[in-house]
């Protein structure tokens, strides 16, 4: 005899905070990318609110427009469930100017069918979904014209 199976739905809502991260969050609504500096000067492109060196507290500094290029990619051919249905899309490290991390985030406007070595080093800049759903992917990146 096979086994019996059963549909059944699951469903769990999670509630959970960002934290000291929520700043960085609640700019990206407001269009704005953050970026956080020790007291040092050294400049982290993700959300962090202490300095993972000498763990003083960080300050918020506004990157939306300082210049950024594009530091490496790939083409990601399959992803969670929630990327599926955008595959192949392009995952990129952003570097910017005076930022000392990288910031991996999509690299939008470009071909991932076609992708190029040139785009190593192409000046690239933010965009930010419409109608934020406060996820890290509400900002992305589209090369500079």
Known sequence: MAPIQIE???KITYLHSYGQDSPWFAA???KRLLASRDPTGYTYANPR???MYSGNETKWIDITNVKAHVHAFTVCYFGSQEF??????VLALIEFEG???LLL???MGVDPDAPSLD????EVSPRFLRNSKLKPTDVYFVPVE
């Open 8 to 10: 059944q739905e699951y």
């Open 28 to 30: 990206l609504t407001n």
């Open 49 to 51: 609110g202490h300095d």
């Open 84 to 89: 599926l249905p955008e595959c192949p899309f």
């Open 99 to 101: 930022v000392d991390t």
């Open 105 to 107: 985030t999509r690299l």
């Open 119 to 122: 785009w190593i080093g192409m």
